[in-house]
Nanobody, 115 residues
Framework: VQLQASGGGLVQPGGSLRLSCAAS????????IGWFRQAPGKEREGVSC????????YYADSVKGRFTMSRDDTKNMAYLQMNSLEPEDTAVYYC?????????WGKGTLVTVSS
């Protein structure tokens, strides 16, 4: 089971980025997958997740209306479209899957929102 997040970078406030999470070693379509982030000096927090059972999506209040999570099970990929980015969104972003009771984390991708 492996996950690899990508797509981070430097963006100005108000800009957009699209993060990708590539899954390998398992069929992503059967599992709930989520995005988390950890800002400097802060604890890791949940951003969004998509249920495998009904594709229902959860968003943290801080990103509602700005971020959209999706998944493409045919490509074994998950995505996080981030719009209207704010400096407070600066963090390392991780994808995580709950695989038979165990959490698997991908290496993070750094998002920096700064002018």
């Amino acid at each position: 089971v492996q996950l690899q997040a990508s797509g981070g970078g430097l963006v100005q406030p108000g800009g957009s980025l699209r993060l990708s999470c590539a899954a390998s070693g398992f069929n992503l379509g059967y599992f709930t997958i989520g995005w988390f982030r950890q800002a400097p000096g802060k604890e890791r927090e949940g951003v969004s997740c998509v249920s495998a059972s009904d594709d229902s999506t959860y968003y943290a209040d801080s990103v509602k209306g700005r971020f959209t999570m999706s998944r493409d099970d045919t490509k074994n990929m998950a995505y996080l479209q981030m719009n209207s980015l704010e400096p407070e969104d600066t963090a390392v972003y991780y994808c995580r899957v709950l695989y038979y009771g165990m959490n698997y984390w991908g290496k993070g991708t750094l998002v920096t929102v700064s002018s």
